[in-house]
């Protein structure tokens, strides 16, 4: 296993505190999007570092680490790490569309993971750890195609596009250790080495889009 991989970790290994062998994800409830808000959930290998990056952009309000994409409901994080459920690492965005719209989302998403890796960001292997986009409209595929050719036809990576395209089925919020886990963790090796070098990138690669 490499150094710094997430793949099957212990309980332990998470935190300093760690969380409990009863430690539960929350179930989903009906989504209740607050007035002129927008949602957007998508997966890019480890959820940690996808919400630690789209915190920092404005008109991000809230961004929740959890799992979707698979067939089991309510999984748990160890069930999504042994591969049983089939279920991704996503994050969901809850954005003000007037302060960044849902193709700039996709744009630093498109930037800040590597689309071409089929089951893989970095040391994190496993189907889990995929790069995948689950829209809620018409309009959303539209865009996430329109930014999948641009991103083509810029030739931002030499190998073919392997993000998996598909409707939103269900969403499940991770457990309350998972969230805002950079933020609270900063020191934590995995933090250091994998997180903060993609939170430094989109720092300097996407200046004008950041929080004040």
Not at 79 to 88: L, Y
Not at 112 to 127: A, S, Y
Not at 144 to 160: C, F, G, H, T
Not at 166 to 187: C, I, M, S, T, V
Request: hydrophobic letters at 35%; a neutral charge.
């Amino acid at each position: 296993m490499p150094l710094f991989s997430r793949n099957k970790p212990s309980a332990a290994s998470h935190s300093a505190a760690g969380p409990t062998a009863a430690a539960q994800p929350a179930a989903p409830a009906p989504e209740v999007v607050p007035p002129g808000m927008q949602l957007a959930t998508c997966g890019g290998g480890c959820f940690w570092c996808l919400e630690a990056v789209f915190e920092q952009l404005r008109g991000v309000q809230k961004v929740v680490s959890g799992y979707s994409g698979g067939h089991k409901a309510n999984p748990t994080y160890h069930e999504v790490c042994d591969e049983t459920t089939g279920h991704a690492e996503v994050v969901q965005l809850t954005f003000d569309p007037k302060a960044v719209t849902y193709k700039q989302l996709l744009e630093v998403f498109f930037t800040i993971h590597d689309p071409t890796t089929l089951n893989r960001q970095g040391p994190d292997r496993g189907t889990s750890y995929r790069s995948a986009i689950y829209y809620r409209t018409p309009a959303e595929k539209a865009a996430i195609d329109e930014v999948i050719a641009w991103v083509q036809r810029e030739k931002l990576y030499s190998d073919p596009i392997v993000t998996e395209v598909a409707a939103l089925k269900a969403f499940y919020p991770a457990e309350d250790y998972h969230q805002g886990y950079f933020r609270n963790n900063p020191y934590q090796p995995y933090c250091q080495v994998i997180v903060a070098p993609k939170v430094g990138k989109v720092r300097s690669k996407f200046i004008s889009m950041l929080k004040a």
